[in-house]
């Protein structure tokens, strides 16, 4: 059985590489596009700006201090920028108007409010149209309400521990908390840095995946019509062994192509694409799922060249949709929702967040997740489907 399998891996290989094929769309290609997308848009990406405005209807110590906070933070000192306003219907009339991307409301008493260890809440106000000022106004008033819980704790413990209450203020102050650490939290989805090289480098990888697949989709429905496979079926091994042959040469073939991408980019750019590990763990989750919805594919398909319609079909879609061509962070919200039913989404997704925040698998585990649950389904409906027709 094992030895029939390797026969026919070897022999669809060594078909792969005399006709040109497996050269050019997994090794060539994939390479030129993202070599020429890397050197045509690479570098980073123009500098994020964020404008938000400040509704101060406390004129409290509280409010003063956050902004002195967050305009002297390293992370946020290149990318905030803040604008007062005098009441929270200007702020909101200056949102809809695209001048500020979010808000945040300071309502009155908010500053002795929090002194006196009975909390208080701050509004925030954000617009689909400025996705990074909302993460970063979100990210403040995530901070802020931290610090306002912590203080809240902080006098109450202090009263029941017998602090009189005229000395309880100066007595959280000398032994409380310095004050928020604000800093705002990488996400690929909303608009995270990474570098072009990088994103288009992984996006002609994801995309090329499918395509190289793709060859040995239809070298299976050109041996069906030559009559190859019912010979297969006459011989004394497993029908199955075509299909897995064929399927084993297409995902080795995949992987590898992303593979090349991707020690290509590494090399030319010498931009990281993040943790070795986490990267070809995705790299093979994807090849994997490719070729499970490849073949689910070329068991429907009557013909060789129906099969090569539907597959370009599906990995351009999957493409524009997962992110591969343009960055899931433009897309509409509806395609955003929709790029998590394709492995490409996930894909782009994991990869980006490798790129960005330099973690390792675990930060991945989700996208991986979910693309080994899209292989498994696919690949058992296409194993399904091809035990019902293959030889038909």
């Not at 006098?155 to 908390?177: H, K």
């Not at 070795?276 to 070729?291: D, E, G, I, K, S």
């Amino acid at each position: 059985m094992l030895r029939a399998l390797l026969v026919v891996s070897g022999h669809e290989l060594r078909t792969r590489l005399r006709d040109g094929t497996a050269l050019l769309i997994a090794l060539v290609a994939p390479v030129a596009l993202a070599s020429m997308f890397g050197f045509a848009l690479g570098g980073d990406d123009p500098p994020l700006r964020a404008t938000i405005g400040i509704v101060d209807l406390d004129g409290g110590q509280f409010p003063a201090s956050v902004q002195s906070e967050a305009m002297e933070s390293e992370e946020l000192q290149d990318i905030l920028t803040l604008e007062s306003f005098d009441a929270e219907d200007d702020a909101r009339a200056a949102l809809d108007d695209g001048g500020i991307g979010a808000a945040i409301v300071f309502p009155p008493g908010f500053s002795d409010s929090v002194g006196d260890g009975r909390g208080g809440e701050v509004d925030v106000m954000t617009s689909e149209a400025a996705p990074l000022a909302g993460v970063v106004a979100t990210s403040m008033v995530d901070r802020i309400s931290a610090l306002v819980e912590a203080r809240t704790l902080a006098v109450r413990a202090s009263l029941d521990a017998g602090v009189p209450s005229d000395e309880v203020g100066e007595f959280v102050e000398a032994n409380g908390a310095e004050g928020p650490a604000l800093t705002l939290n990488s996400d690929p989805m909303t608009g995270g840095s990474i570098d072009s090289s990088v994103y288009y480098g992984s996006g002609m990888a994801v995309l090329f995946a499918f395509l190289v697949v793709g060859t040995s989709a239809r070298s299976l429905l050109t041996e069906r019509q030559n009559g190859t496979l019912s010979r297969i079926r006459a011989a004394p091994v497993p029908p199955w062994t075509a299909v897995a042959g064929k399927g084993l040469v297409g995902f080795g073939l995949a992987l590898t192509s992303m593979c090349v991408t991707w020690g290509s980019s590494v090399l030319l750019f010498g931009t990281s694409w993040g943790d070795p590990l986490a990267v070809f763990a995705l790299c093979a989750a994807h090849a994997l799922a490719a070729t499970a919805i490849t073949m689910l594919i070329a068991s429907g398909a009557k013909t060789d060249a129906q099969a090569d319609g539907f597959n370009l079909g599906i990995a351009f879609v999957f493409a524009v949709l997962g992110g591969s061509l343009v960055p899931l962070y433009n897309l509409p919200d509806v395609l955003q929702t929709l790029a998590l039913i394709t492995p490409n989404g996930w894909a782009s997704t994991g990869l980006s967040e490798l790129a960005v925040s330099g973690g390792g698998i675990g930060a991945v585990a989700i996208p991986l997740a979910v693309i080994g649950g899209i292989a498994l389904v696919t690949g058992a409906l296409a194993a399904l489907r091809f035990r019902k027709g293959l030889f038909g």
